[in-house]
């Protein structure tokens, strides 16, 4: 269907497809670099990732180093409608210093920020509690250790400063999002005492004051992780607390819950509290599995509510998937896309019908308005989207896509 015949039968429902479209362009999705890699990073030193977070797949054409990664994402973005951001981990240093952990510095990270001001994008950060002998154990910030602790708070501490160094150079806050992998694979007997010591670390990591035009802490809670089943340290009670007594961002990431449980359904109540979210937009099956993101119902209720509960200017959307069994490329672009497949398929329901049924208990109208509105052409406005933006729909990206695939393939 033509853009002009979609454009007029929303009109006939009383949607405004110009307006959604404007909109969508307005949204920056938060790309994270680890999908190009498997979650490896530059450093020399790091280990394997522990903390039950796990790439698997051995697909040709893992990117290797930095120019090679960044490669794949001017090639990702160019073939994603829209202006975004990359969330890049401290791992991802581009430097031929070989700084530890707690010696990282700004200069280390500075041709990321010459790339971002070239592509005009912003950038968000993640220190990186994992692959690294200080947290073998998996425990890091909660150790019982206090050199131990002591380390991985200088490492919070400049990853904060190096973000918020970025938030100044791209005029553009800089969320930095702290995940530690903190847990115990068997029944610990002191949850209480790993659980003070984490908010003791976290309060030290996070007592220097930064402006907040150019930094955002967030906190990122976890139910569980292979090889720490009995307990996560920084669970979700804890981090909702923490992020509401410290004014955090809080970061909900949908593989961090127990299955049936419906992530989109906690925004609204974690949006009276905190006053920001962060998004992990990630596909958990059966357990945190990280497959890249469908456009499937959780993904469109997690619009919807983003869009009908007006959150859209207090979230920060990032995604966090990561399988390396598939192109690397097609995976960004394909969960990418389907993120803004889903906003604008939720920009373009007749809400203020919707809304207007449901206050007035029928629930009868607002079922058969959601039913019915699976059937208008929001095909149309996406490929309207993507038109106006550069960016191939159909089968002109899955062309792209093989042929880009096909060229990185010999890498080693
Ligand atoms: C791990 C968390 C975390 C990581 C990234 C790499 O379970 O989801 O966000 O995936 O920091
Ligand atoms: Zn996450």
């Known amino acids: ?27 920056p999705i938060s790309m994270h670099c680890w999908q190009g890699d498997d979650v490896v990073g530059f450093e020399t030193r790091s280990g394997a990732s ?29 073939q994603i409608p829209g202006s975004h951001r990359l969330n890049l981990h401290a791992m991802y240093l581009d430097s031929d210093a070989d700084p530890d952990r707690d010696e990282i510095e700004y200069d280390h990270f500075a041709p990321w920020v010459d790339w971002a001001k070239a592509q ?14 200080k947290a ?3 425990l890091t910030l909660s150790h019982p250790d206090p050199g131990i602790r002591a380390f991985w708070i200088e490492h919070g501490r400049r990853s904060r400063e190096i973000a918020a160094r970025f938030g100044a150079e791209l005029g553009s806050a800089c969320v930095n999002n702290i995940w530690v992998p903190d847990g115990y694979k068997d029944n610990p007997v002191d949850r209480m005492a790993a659980r003070a010591r984490l908010e003791a670390s976290l309060d ?3 007592s220097e004051p930064h402006d907040p035009a ?10 569980f992780g292979i090889g720490v089943e009995a307990c996560t340290v920084g669970s979700h009670e804890f981090y909702l ?12 990431d949908m593989g961090h819950f127990h299955p049936t449980e419906s992530v989109s359904d906690k925004l609204s109540s974690v949006a009276l509290s905190v006053p920001e979210i962060l998004l992990h937009v990630s596909r958990p099956m059966r357990w945190d599995s990280d497959h890249v993101i469908l456009l499937n119902d959780d993904i469109l209720s997690m619009a919807q509510e983003l869009v009908f509960a007006d959150l859209l200017d207090r979230t920060r959307i990032g995604l966090d998937f990561f399988d390396a069994t598939i192109s690397r490329t097609a995976a960004w672009v394909i969960g990418t896309r389907n993120m803004q497949k889903a906003l604008l398929r939720a920009l373009l329901l007749p809400k203020d019908r919707l809304k207007g049924a449901e206050i007035r208990l029928d629930h ?49």
Request: proline share 3%; aromatic share 8%; net charge negative.
């Open 1 to 27: 269907m033509s853009y002009g015949s979609a454009k007029a039968q929303f009109a006939d429902w009383g949607v405004d497809a110009e307006a959604a479209i404007a909109r969508l362009a307005t949204i």
């Open 50 to 78: 522990g903390g039950g977070i796990q790439a698997t797949g051995n697909h040709p054409g893992r990117a290797r180093t930095p120019d090679e990664l960044r490669a794949d994402l001017d090639f990702a973005f160019s």
């Open 120 to 133: 005009g994008i912003g950038l968000d950060f993640n220190p990186t509690f994992f692959a690294h002998e």
């Open 136 to 138: 073998d154990d998996n």
């Open 204 to 206: 030290k990591m996070l």
């Open 214 to 223: 150019h930094l955002r802490d967030a906190v990122e809670s976890k139910l």
């Open 241 to 252: 607390g923490y992020a509401i007594r410290k004014g955090t961002l809080l970061c909900l």
């Open 364 to 412: 009868t109208t607002r079922l058969m308005l959601t039913e019915e509105a699976k059937d208008l052409p929001f095909a149309s406005v996406w490929q309207e989207f993507c038109r106006r933006h550069n960016a191939p729909s159909g089968a002109a990206l899955i062309d792209g896509l093989d042929q880009y695939q096909s060229r990185v393939a010999g890498r080693g």
